[in-house]
């Protein structure tokens, strides 16, 4: 569970590529024949259904996007922890990739308040294992069935340091965003040194050519206090959901086997 995973690579074949894994790189690699479609549709469904199921009480979520190789060394982990602890006292329950790294410290933060602590892990090949602060851990086969659950139960999002994982997730949910596909939810972005490069790129390229308006930033609230953060997603959220949002949970039904996620004792 605590083993190093940056240094766990997974074994390539004679080309150089990774093993395949006959999920996603199968599924998109171009049209099969008629049953093996429609299997692999069933178990795209089946993985949809089991997602519903884990995640359906587990009430309002902050999802912390962040990279799994920046450990506890790392001069984020503590403000990614204090803020994820900060949230959860508010009432929000952390959903993560739940992985080590950012994710890990986010989880913990979770943890140290008593909060809901959710990861919604993918199977990769390199063996990412759940880290230690899960209440509930749900593993998936296909990267866009895992993103919908992480989008799909969140209000808020946090963003810490992280590399092309995390930065899949961020404008994936950017672009949802500014075509209003989904609500405009609150982005907190910290660690802001690691970040001012691809802020700049956004304000001194992107707006200057019009690929996107200045507007578009209005997504974004930057800043490496976790009070703040707390402060401005809990603001924001009230003012868009109402003040009872921390109390509006849905209640699971015991006859179809349907539970609410337990925290784990301290």
């Given at each position: 569970m605590d083993r190093d995973l940056t240094n766990s690579?997974?074994?390539?074949?004679?080309?150089g590529k990774l093993p395949r894994t006959d999920h996603d790189e199968v599924f998109l690699e171009g049209p099969r024949s008629r049953r093996e479609e429609l299997l692999r549709l069933m178990r795209i469904t089946g993985e949809f259904l089991r997602g519903f199921r884990a995640l359906h009480f587990v009430g309002p979520c902050v999802t912390v996007f962040g990279s799994a190789r920046f450990g506890e060394e790392h001069h984020c982990y503590p403000i990614a922890r204090a803020t994820a602890r900060g949230l959860s006292q508010a009432g929000f329950t952390i959903m993560t990739g739940g992985g080590p790294g950012m994710m890990e410290a986010a989880n913990r933060g979770a943890r140290d308040a008593g909060g809901p602590s959710i990861g919604c892990n993918i199977e990769l090949p390199m063996e990412q294992h759940p880290n230690a602060y899960l209440d509930r851990f749900i593993e998936f086969k296909y990267f866009f069935v895992r993103k919908v659950m992480l989008l799909k139960y969140s209000v808020a999002f946090v963003i810490m340091p992280g590399g092309f994982g995390t930065l899949d997730e961020v404008f994936e949910?950017?672009?949802?965003?500014?075509?209003?596909?989904i609500h405009a939810f609150p982005i907190v972005i910290m660690g802001r040194d690691y970040w001012s490069p691809l802020e700049k790129f956004l304000r001194d390229t992107l707006i200057p050519t019009k690929a996107i308006d200045a507007n578009d930033l209005r997504f974004f609230h930057a800043t490496d206090e976790p009070e703040e953060a707390v402060a401005y997603i809990t603001s924001v959220v009230t003012r868009g959901f109402?003040?009872?949002w921390a109390t509006r949970r849905l209640n699971p039904q015991r006859l179809l086997g349907e539970r609410a996620v337990a925290p784990a004792p301290h």
């Open positions: 690579q997974p074994q390539q074949d004679r080309w949910t950017l672009v949802l965003m500014q075509t209003r596909k109402g003040q009872d």
